[in-house]
């Protein structure tokens, strides 16, 4: 029954994608859901998950060796850029148990491929959550994969470089960006799976001491580790957190804080990706 549940989930996607309503076909955000979560907890329950407390011991590695391919260059259209980057952005699950009903339940964030044989890249902050019990990845085609080791770990640049036993991903070249240079973010907000949305770099800044992009293109909770992608379809930087700018944020006239006025996305420069990954190569 564990394999049959992700090959009939792969065919309901695949269907989907061919279903009426856009070359995608309409996601059901619902469905997906709910069939991440009964494979996670399958594979839970098959003992094939690494228990978070190993996950988390491995954090102290700081350098993985991998040589990453040369970026693209061809400029792609905003459908083309959505098709190709599509099968990258990985749904990151982390598995946790409910203090209410103590049923397993999965919280979802983003993460993408450096390789095609499973080596990926996801925030540190995802690391840290008291609750997790194991973690899972899960592909463009609905099959859920175990989150096995850490390679490399920031706490300061909000990076881990992990693996995972998913093979055939479609991995993503890393580069940089200039100010002003058009980007796009794809990610899984909110438990809307699969969101593209564009803008650009809005500067280069200091966040307490550490480098930081930040951007134009929308995300919110759950875009965490999703790609920050040029034109070419190469990863410029990983989405991180968000900070709210109010009116009047010290005697709150409007409410707490003031009115909002602005929300700054603030994401890891490629450049520190590349940090942990020792010999990797533009």
């Known amino acids: 029954m564990n394999r ?8 309901l996607w695949c269907a989907a994608d061919r279903a009426p309503g856009g070359e995608a076909g309409d996601v059901d955000d619902q469905a997906l859901l709910q069939s991440l979560t009964r494979q996670a907890q399958q594979l839970q329950d098959a003992g094939q998950l ?3 407390k190993q996950l988390r011991e491995q954090l102290g590695r700081t350098t993985y060796p991998l040589r990453l391919p040369a970026p693209p260059r061809q400029t792609l259209t905003a459908p083309e850029l959505y098709r190709r980057a599509r099968p990258s952005a990985l ?8 203090d209410k009903c103590q049923r397993m339940h999965v919280n979802i964030s983003t993460c993408f491929p450096l390789t095609a044989d499973g080596i990926c890249v996801a925030n540190y902050h995802a690391f840290t ?3 997790t019990v194991a973690m899972a990845v899960a592909t463009r085609n609905g099959r859920v994969f175990p989150v096995t080791e850490v390679l490399a770990a920031s706490a300061r640049d909000d990076v881990v470089i992990f693996r995972t036993t998913a093979e055939k991903l479609t991995p993503l070249a890393l580069a940089a960006a200039e100010v002003g240079e058009a980007v796009a973010v794809l990610s899984h907000p909110s438990n809307l799976f699969y969101v593209l949305t564009q803008g650009a770099v809005a500067r280069y800044c200091l966040e307490k001491g550490v480098s930081r992009m930040q951007i134009t293109a929308d995300y919110a909770i759950g875009s965490s580790g999703g ?3 040029n034109s070419a379809g190469a990863a410029v930087g990983m989405v991180a957190a968000t900070r709210d700018l109010y009116d009047d944020p010290q005697h709150g006239l409007h409410g707490q804080h003031g009115h909002l006025q602005m929300v700054v996305k603030l994401c890891v420069p490629a450049a520190s990706i590349r940090k942990l990954l020792k010999d990797s190569k533009e």
Do not use: D, E, G, Q
């Open 91 to 98: 749904v990151h699950c982390l598995l946790y148990r409910c």
């Open 129 to 131: 959550a008291s609750n």
């Open 227 to 229: 790609p920050v992608l």
């Open 50 to 52: 690494a228990p978070f």
């Open 4 to 11: 049959l549940l992700p090959i009939w989930m792969a065919l």
